[in-house]
Structure formats: C-alpha cells, structure tokens
C-alpha cells in the first residue's frame, strides 16, 4: 500500500516568511492532491499536481512535483496568519482507483 | 461557490445504537466518497460510491457499514450497531468526473459521531 510521508510534522513561522512542506511517497505518484484543514474542520482542496516536474500556484502558495514522481513539496510565500492550519497531501493509486491515501500532516503556526 | 454539506455537525449516541450520517454532495458531481479521521490520526479512506453502487471500500468498511444515495441529492453512511473505536469525524466527498485528472475530491465539513 502506498505510504506518505510528510515533513516537518509542525513549523512555527514569523509572520512574512518563507516556507516549505514535503510530501514523499513510498510508490510512484498518479495523482497528488495538497488540502488544508483547520482544526476540527473539513479538508480544503488547494492543489492537484500529476505530471513529472509539474508546477502550480494559486495567490501565494507554490506546489510542485519532482520529475520521478516521488516527492512533492508545498511552498508559501511570505506567510500570513491566514496560512495557519494542517497541511494534508493525499494520493491516489491509480490503476482506475479514487481512493485517497493522506499523509499524517503539517501543523503550520504562523507568529503575527 | 457550490460545497459538500454534512448534517449533523456533531453526533452523540450509545454502544450498539445505529446512526445515520447525512451528506449533499456537490450537485453535478458523480463520484461520492466517505472517509474518516479518528483524533490525531490520518484521514483513512471508507467507501467510494458511482451509478449507484459501491466502487471501492476498504478493510475499514466492514458489514456493519453501508451507504445509500436515496434520493437526487443525498449521500448517507449507516453504522448499524456502533462501537466505541467508530468514534471520529467523518467526512463526505465528492468529485465531478471519473477521468483521474478530474478527481479534485471536495470535502463536507465533517460529522464528529462520539460513542459512549
């Protein structure tokens, strides 16, 4: 089964900086899939990525996936207090498979 | 913007007691899923549900649940006799295609069902 593995499990940030989220899989990805949850609240959908060195962005938040298809990372600029919450990859498996499998999550704290 | 709904938001019940979560997927969505999140673990994927029928399940969905889309516009998951390990916040989804590169699966709220 496919394991993910994200990265920090929890970051605490200044307000305006930078930072990165990894996510890496134990098998090739199909489809990888970036949600945000706040605490006791739903999944928010950010981003889906499925080919090779794909990128994408939406306001200030960057994802990316490498070329092999293993390894995605979640990039946010110039943080906000806004950005606060867990950031959950999730994949699908393929092979006519809808199921997603998270990883564990990312607690971001982001300091005013 | 449209979004997935979940009632009750949160849900109190005894050991053994059946209950019923309620969902309405997005309305021109055709994939329905439900997973659930015990607290401070990951989110494990239940049952996925097209044309309906049960497309997928997991070792998780055992005799004891099942699913239902009664009508147009609802999507239910029963737990027919509950135990104190169901206790978790459980969330419906819904996703507009079958083509993978279409399956931006979007989340209801959550139904947090505590068993006593």
């Known amino acids: 089964s496919q394991e993910l593995e994200q990265s920090p499990q929890s970051l605490i940030v200044q307000e305006g900086k930078n930072l990165t989220i990894n996510c890496t899989s134990s098998?090739?990805?199909?489809?990888l899939y970036w949600y945000k949850q706040k605490y006791g609240e739903g999944l928010i959908f950010l981003m889906m990525?499925?080919?090779?060195?794909e990128e994408k962005s939406h306001e200030k938040i960057t994802a990316k996936l490498d070329e092999k298809k293993q390894q995605s990372s979640l990039h946010i600029t110039a943080s906000q207090p806004s950005h606060a919450g867990i950031y959950l990859c999730?994949?699908?498996?393929?092979?006519?498979?809808?199921?997603?499998?998270f990883g564990k999550g990312t607690k971001l704290s982001v300091i005013p | 913007e449209p979004e997935v709904t979940q009632t009750p938001s949160h849900q109190v019940t005894q050991m053994g007691q059946e209950v019923i979560l309620r969902c309405v997927p997005i309305s021109n969505h055709l994939y329905f899923y439900w997973y659930r999140q015990i607290l401070g673990q990951k989110v494990e994927f239940l049952v996925s549900?097209?044309?309906?029928?049960?497309?997928?399940k997991s070792e998780i969905f055992d005799d004891q649940f099942s699913v239902e889309r009664p009508d147009g516009s609802n999507f239910t998951l029963k737990i027919r006799s509950t135990k104190l390990e169901d206790s978790a916040m459980y969330f419906c989804a819904s996703s507009g295609q079958g083509a993978r590169s279409y399956n931006e699966q979007f989340f209801g709220p959550g139904t947090r069902l505590t068993v006593l």
């Open positions: 990525l499925q080919k090779g060195g």
């Open positions: 999730g994949a699908d498996s393929g092979a006519g498979s809808y199921q997603l499998t």
């Open positions: 549900f097209y044309n309906n029928e049960i497309s997928e």
């Open positions: 098998k090739t990805l199909y489809g």
